[in-house]
Antibody, heavy 115, light 112 residues
Framework: EVQLVESGGGLVKPGGSLRLSCAAS????????MNWVRQAPGKGLEWVSS????????YYADSLKARFTVSRDNAKNSLYLQMNSLRAEDTSVYYC????????WGQGTLVTVSS | DVVMTQSALSLPVTLGQPASISCRSA???????????LNWFHQRPGQSPRRLIY???NRDSGVPDRFSGSGTGTDFTLKINRVEAEDVGVYYC?????????FGQGTRLEIK
């Protein structure tokens, strides 16, 4: 059974940093592009970033490129998102999602940016 | 960025009746490899999204056959044969043909 388990969310002050993690199991992690997708409270889905299986290609939403960094460790079956200079508008549930065309989703981790 | 437009933000449907959700892309979603990477997701209240349909018309495993997807180029439709209570929630289309990946704004299906 495929499982994606996010962690690292929480309350952070504007300007602060947070590192999200996603532990994957039940599939050949290194073979698949992994993604972060976020959802602000009461809003729709917003793609954040993607990283290919061997980390050769990395993509970001233009508006986030300068502040967010995605990485993965295939030996640990883990995906990460380093978020810096956080703003109130970054408040969202962050989902780890993977598989071809975003087949699998985690349960999400809530990031709240507030003073 | 490819804008994905779902024409209805809300869709009230009677139980047992059919439902149709449309999604239009601002440019063709036919990839250079010949595939059309248009996918549909369903998100129930308080839950993570779940993919229902990939590459326009392919149902994911475990998805009831009352769900079907169709369309070509820039116009796509998700159809539910006979709506059941568990079908409530928000439906999103998503294109994976062009970077960046983009989602429609969502269509909320509710029971009349």
């Amino acid at each position: 059974e495929v499982q994606l388990v996010e962690s690292g969310g929480g309350l952070v002050k504007p300007g602060g940093s947070l590192r999200l993690s996603c532990a994957a199991s039940g599939f050949t992690f290194s073979s698949y592009t992994m993604n972060w997708v976020r959802q602000a409270p009461g809003k729709g889905l917003e793609w954040v970033s993607s990283i290919t299986g061997n980390s050769t290609y990395i993509y970001y939403a233009d508006s986030l490129k300068a502040r967010f960094t995605v990485s993965r460790d295939n030996a640990k079956n883990s995906l990460y998102l380093q978020m810096n200079s956080l703003r109130a508008e970054d408040t969202s549930v962050y989902y780890c999602a993977g598989g071809n065309q975003i087949r699998f989703w985690g349960q999400g981790t809530l990031v709240t940016v507030s003073s | 960025d490819v804008v994905m437009t779902q024409s209805a933000l809300s869709l009230p449907v009677t139980l047992g009746q059919p439902a149709s959700i449309s999604c239009r892309s601002a440019q063709s979603l036919v990839h250079s490899d010949g595939n059309t990477y248009l996918n549909w997701f369903h998100q129930r209240p308080g839950q993570s999204p779940r993919r229902l349909i990939y590459k326009v018309s392919n149902r994911d495993s475990g998805v009831p056959d009352r769900f079907s997807g169709s369309g070509t180029g820039t116009d796509f439709t998700l159809k539910i044969n006979r709506v059941e209570a568990e079908d409530v929630g928000v439906y999103y289309c998503m294109q994976g043909t062009h970077w960046p990946i983009t989602f429609g704004q969502g269509t909320r299906l509710e029971i009349k």
